[in-house]
C-alpha cells in the first residue's frame, strides 16, 4: 500500500467528515445544511432496489434536494449509522461507497413502528476553495425492514 501524504490524509478525514455531517443533518432536521453539503449543480439518484438499473428518482441541482431531505419530518425520530467507507482520492476529486444502516421512526393511531434501510451510498466528490462536497450520490436501498415497536 502507498503511503499517504499528510494532504491525502485531511483529505480523507473532511470527505469522512462531509458524510458524517449529512447523516447528522439528517438526524437534526437541518435540511438547509444538508444541501450546502451538495455543489449547485448535483446529481441525486435515489435507487429504492439496488438491483434496478435506473433510479426510482433522480434530483439535477442543490435546491432540488429541498422536498427530499425536509421530507424526514414526517418521522417521529431518524438515525443513520454510516458503517464503512472506501474513498479514492485524485486531486481535487474523489469517488467513494459508504454503508449506512437508516432507521426510521413513525408513531401513529396504530403505534410505534420502525423502518430499518440498509443503504450503500456511492458518492462522486469535489473539492472547492479547500473545502469538500458532494458532486453526486447514489443512494442505493440494499433492504428495508419495517417492524412494531412495543415500547
Not at 439518484?45 to 433510479?55: C, H, L, T
Not at 401513529?108 to 458532494?134: S, T
Request: proline fraction near 2%; charged fraction near 25%; charge should be negative.
Amino acid at each position: 500500500m502507498a503511503k499517504l501524504s499528510l494532504e491525502d490524509i485531511a483529505d480523507r478525514d473532511a470527505i469522512r467528515n462531509l458524510i458524517d455531517s449529512y447523516a447528522f443533518c439528517a438526524d437534526t432536521r437541518n435540511a438547509k445544511g444538508q444541501m450546502a453539503l451538495f455543489t449547485d449543480d448535483t446529481i441525486f439518484r435515489v435507487f429504492m432496489d439496488e438491483r434496478q438499473a435506473e433510479p426510482s428518482q433522480v434530483v439535477n441541482s442543490r435546491e432540488g434536494l429541498a422536498p427530499i431531505f425536509d421530507a424526514l419530518i414526517t418521522y417521529a425520530a431518524t438515525m443513520h449509522f454510516n458503517g464503512q467507507s472506501k474513498i479514492n482520492l485524485s486531486g481535487d476529486t474523489a469517488f467513494g461507497t459508504t454503508y449506512c444502516f437508516a432507521h426510521h421512526l413513525t408513531i401513529d393511531d396504530d403505534g410505534k413502528k420502525l423502518m430499518i434501510a440498509a443503504i450503500r451510498y456511492f458518492d462522486d466528490f469535489i473539492k472547492i476553495n479547500d473545502k469538500w462536497f458532494f458532486k453526486k450520490r447514489d443512494l442505493k436501498v440494499a433492504w428495508i425492514e419495517t417492524k412494531p415497536l412495543n415500547i
